[in-house]
């Protein structure tokens, strides 16, 4: 096990696509379970591949209070959509302090496999559907800050930008 470092946005990392996992392996296993430590570690209830600098399509999901209901969404899809919209106020572990509502579908379901390579389907809505609709995007190499103003990307940038500086003068 190992805690993974988690890129921060603006890092153009985090803007790649990643690529479909081929096989389900144990490399994959060890990358899942690596993510997991690193999601519950932060702590948040999401973590997807890219923002540890792998681009490959992996998420884990734990929306519970106890922490104890890990999901692991590989080669997932959305099969179907509500037309119903939410908005909910997110942050990401990649954009630590920011948090900002975005409306998204309020219902899906989703077909991923899990770390045995097997298929399973879910209904997702609530914080839990939102939560796989913010991971998949950052699969596809999109930040939520992306859905905000330009005004307030902006600012976003530069406030990450200076606590970067900070961190690194400390
Ligand atoms: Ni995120």
Redesign the pocket.
Known sequence: MALLPILRYPDPRLFKVAEPVREVDDRIRQLVRDMAETMYDAP?V???AT?VDVHERVIVIDVSEEGDDLRVLINPEIIWKSDDLQVYE??????PGVYDKVERAASIRVRALNENGETYEFDADGLLAVCVQ??M??LMGK??VEYLSPLKQNRIRTKLRKQEREAVRA
């Open positions: 948040g999401g973590l997807a923002q997110e942050g990401c572990l990649s954009v913010h991971e995007d950052h930040v939520f």
